[in-house]
């Protein structure tokens, strides 16, 4: 009850100061800023150009900030706006690099920032420069509105995210952690869903996946191709990449997953949400299950963890049948998977003493922390600032892909992902994050700025 009466008392204040800022005004300034940052190249590191500019910009405002680096071209800025310390400090972050680009594949120039039709575009304009814009000027209207504070607001543009983390999250923890210590975070991997024109749900990261790795390496004895053989290595490897691509791991549900399918179940049309309540039914689960495999793989692989055979080595002439034959795993586990004992039911599962499973590979020394609480006071505030600014329900969410969340879960830190508003059906036609084009919807520039203030000021305002 208390938290209800804080959060309604916290709406009405923060409300009055929202009404005193000329959004229209500040929109254009933030969308000067988001296209100035998607202009600056910062794909697979030169991470420094972008942190020049939010640098300046701070200095203009009067923001103190510092510049820390583990490599000069890889720098992070890290900047602070002052509370009155009765609470631990709240992090806002966003990361400057980018994924590299194929410009030849670009209708409109990869580091434009372009604005056409009612989107924005450019690499990064969603992964992540959505998040540091809208953490920059979030930080910026702070300062001139003189918010109170029971918190501090610490703003980081972080590097190495994409691939390269000590140079970003890992460099920061091990040597500026008093800088950037906090009890929450606000970062990437939520977001908002569009279909059809229309916002459907929201959703707060609060737990991912953990990169895992595996190769399955196939031996047999070489030959002649002209004389095919039943031992050869080749054959037993795609014997066993088939049976384990095709198996369904156990399927484990956390308090984020289960109350992300019960939401879901409730906002969609009949047929879905029925799949969805099967998921809990032992008599209709393995149907629903390979429904979503097919048709639904995102959902399919938040139910367990999962298994894509990515890459497959084997041979080195056509007529030689070869010895040695390799398929490469990528592994994606639940936050609690006992991953020895996972690797023990995959080689059940292949049942071919010709083939090893070799565990190793990607993400091997990633943390594994708990999820974060859907229950705190952070959470229902960052419910509401969506509720508010978009009007649609809210749902947790199980990251099956990787964030620098991970680092800071480890270290105590309740994180949150955040995220604009996109087009679903934006995926399919090549727009998405990591694709060969990168957009975002203006509209959705301007309420993702709305977003973060509004959960900035709720979890960190003076009450």
């Known amino acids: 009850m208390r938290s209800i009466r804080v959060l309604v008392?916290?709406?009405?204040?923060?409300?009055?100061?929202?009404?005193?800022?000329?959004?229209?005004?500040?929109?254009?300034?933030?969308?000067?800023?988001?296209?100035?940052?998607?202009?600056?190249?910062?794909?697979?590191?030169?991470?420094?150009?972008?942190?020049?500019?939010?640098?300046?910009?701070f200095d203009a405002e009067g923001i103190p900030s510092v510049v820390v680096s583990k490599d000069p071209s890889r720098a992070n800025l890290i900047a602070r706006i002052k509370g009155n310390g009765s609470k631990k400090p709240l992090l806002i972050m966003g990361h400057s690099d980018t994924v590299k680009v194929d410009p030849a594949k670009w209708t409109i120039p990869p580091f434009s920032g372009a604005r056409s039709a009612g989107y924005v575009y450019g690499r990064g304009v969603i992964d992540d420069k959505s998040d540091l814009f809208a953490a920059m000027m979030t930080t910026i209207l702070l300062k001139r509105t003189g918010v109170k504070l029971d918190r501090d607001v610490i703003f980081v543009t972080e590097a190495g995210e994409e691939g390269a983390s000590g140079f970003g999250i890992g460099y920061l923890i091990s040597d500026h952690w008093n800088d950037i210590e906090a009890e929450f975070c606000l970062a990437e991997a939520g977001g908002v869903t569009r279909r059809g024109g229309k916002a459907i749900f929201?959703?707060?990261?609060?737990?991912?996946?953990?990169?895992?790795?595996?190769?399955?390496?196939?031996?047999?004895?070489?030959?002649?191709?002209?004389?095919?053989?039943?031992?050869?290595?080749?054959?037993?490897?795609s014997a066993a990449v088939e049976k384990i691509a095709m198996w369904d791991p156990p399927m484990r549900l956390n308090d984020t997953t289960r109350t992300y399918f019960e939401k879901l179940a409730s906002i969609s049309e009949p047929a879905d949400a029925q799949r969805f309540r099967d998921l809990l039914d032992p008599a209709k689960s393995a149907a629903a299950r390979e429904y979503l495999a097919v048709n639904e793989p995102t959902f399919y692989s938040m139910l367990h963890t999962s298994i894509s055979p990515n890459i497959i080595q084997g041979?080195?002439?056509?007529?030689?049948?070869?010895?040695?034959?390799?398929?490469?795993?990528?592994?994606?586990?639940?936050?609690?998977?006992?991953?020895?004992?996972?690797?023990?039911?995959?080689?059940?599962?292949?049942?071919?003493?010709?083939?090893q499973v070799v565990a190793g590979g990607r993400g091997g020394g990633r943390p594994i922390p708990p999820p974060t609480s859907i229950h705190s006071d952070a959470y229902r505030a960052l419910e509401a600032a969506f509720r508010n600014v978009y009007g649609v329900p809210v749902l947790p969410l199980m990251q099956t892909g990787a964030t620098d969340m991970a680092q800071l879960r480890a270290k105590g830190v309740q994180?949150?992902?955040?995220?604009?508003?996109?087009?679903e059906e934006d995926t399919l036609k090549g727009f998405g994050i990591h694709s060969d084009q990168e957009r975002l919807l203006e509209e959705a520039v301007y309420k993702h700025l709305q977003l973060f203030w509004q959960a900035v000021t709720s979890i960190a305002g003076a009450k």
């Open 415 to 423: 994180c949150y992902g955040v995220g604009p508003m996109v087009d």
């Open 202 to 237: 929201a959703t707060i990261e609060t737990t991912e996946k953990v990169p895992r790795g595996a190769r399955l390496v196939a031996t047999g004895t070489a030959g002649h191709g002209s004389r095919p053989m039943r031992s050869n290595a080749i054959l037993h490897l």
């Open 9 to 57: 008392f916290l709406s009405v204040t923060l409300a009055a100061v929202a009404q005193s800022i000329d959004w229209t005004k500040v929109n254009d300034e933030a969308m000067r800023h988001l296209q100035a940052l998607v202009q600056v190249d910062s794909s697979n590191g030169n991470e420094t150009r972008v942190v020049d500019y939010v640098k300046k910009v």
């Open 315 to 355: 041979g080195f002439q056509s007529n030689v049948i070869p010895s040695e034959a390799t398929a490469t795993l990528d592994i994606r586990a639940l936050p609690d998977e006992d991953i020895d004992a996972f690797y023990d039911m995959m080689r059940r599962v292949i049942n071919d003493p010709a083939v």
